[in-house]
């Protein structure tokens, strides 16, 4: 459903309207919500609230592409940041939260998109009126075609930045099973975010897999471990297989 919502899991099993704490749903909160797909991110605030961090999902009334973050103990929001307002058949998929500094606090987030865009919320700021987004990269495979983001990314700090690693691909809807569907090329991506957008797959460097080989009862790939020079370059892409891997 077009919906997230909360309970309290430390109430009494036979008090279960105790154990509900509040719903955030489409018909009463906010239209842009879609179908939640997006998993919520418990997280801790630089404002000192806890939240529950979580992307529009899909087939929301406008197609637009936002994150949620929203009160932990009531339910109220607190931000809906927007990285597009309306787009067609779009939405925000379940964010990675990071804390830069390590002091347990939330900094940044990261999710994707349908259109296969990468976006970088800014959480920093102890005041929700300067959390911001940006556009860090989008997937686009050798041919144009951008490829959708329907994961969680992952994210670790390195390098004087920090490393984001997703993969693309969709399989959601009917269309995903079809001829055409098989045959987009889909990829895994190491990105380097150094606060600068990355403008496409120039600036990484190509990885690939080399053969599979069969150890011990396991299938096993083989990759290429191609030098990554951040001075020119800003991370690595590898393309999947033919055969519809996603």
């Not at 929301?60 to 929001?77: A, T």
């Not at 606090?105 to 700021?125: E, P, Q, R, T």
């Not at 959708?148 to 984001?164: E, M, N, R, S």
């Amino acid at each position: 459903g077009k919906s997230v919502f909360a309970v309290d899991a430390t109430k009494p099993a036979d008090d279960l309207p105790a154990r509900f704490m509040w719903e955030f749903n489409a018909d009463e909160s906010d239209n842009d919500m879609g179908y939640s797909y997006s998993q919520p991110q418990v997280v801790r605030l630089n404002d000192g609230n806890w939240a529950a961090v979580f992307g529009n999902g899909y087939n929301s009334s406008k197609g637009g592409v936002h994150l949620y973050v929203v009160r932990l103990s009531d339910g109220v929001l607190l931000k809906k940041i927007t990285a597009l307002a309306t787009d067609s058949d779009n939405g925000l998929s379940t964010p990675t939260l990071v804390d830069s500094d390590g002091d347990r606090i939330v900094d940044m987030a990261y999710a994707g998109d349908l259109k296969g865009n990468l976006w970088k919320f800014d959480l920093k700021s102890g005041s929700s009126s300067n959390w911001s987004v940006s556009k860090l990269f989008t997937a686009v495979d050798s041919s144009g075609n951008t490829q959708p983001i329907t994961v969680q990314p992952t994210a670790l700090k390195g390098d004087g930045g920090i490393w984001v690693f997703v993969g693309t691909g969709r399989l959601l809807a009917k269309e995903d099973i079809g001829a055409s569907a098989m045959s987009a090329k889909q990829s895994f991506y190491g990105l380097w975010d150094n606060n600068q957008p990355i403008a496409d797959r120039g600036v990484l460097v190509s990885q690939t897999i080399t053969n599979t080989t069969s150890k011990n009862g396991m299938s096993l790939r083989v990759t290429s471990d191609n030098e990554v020079n951040l001075t020119s370059k800003r991370g690595w892409y590898m393309d999947l297989s033919d055969s519809g891997e996603r």
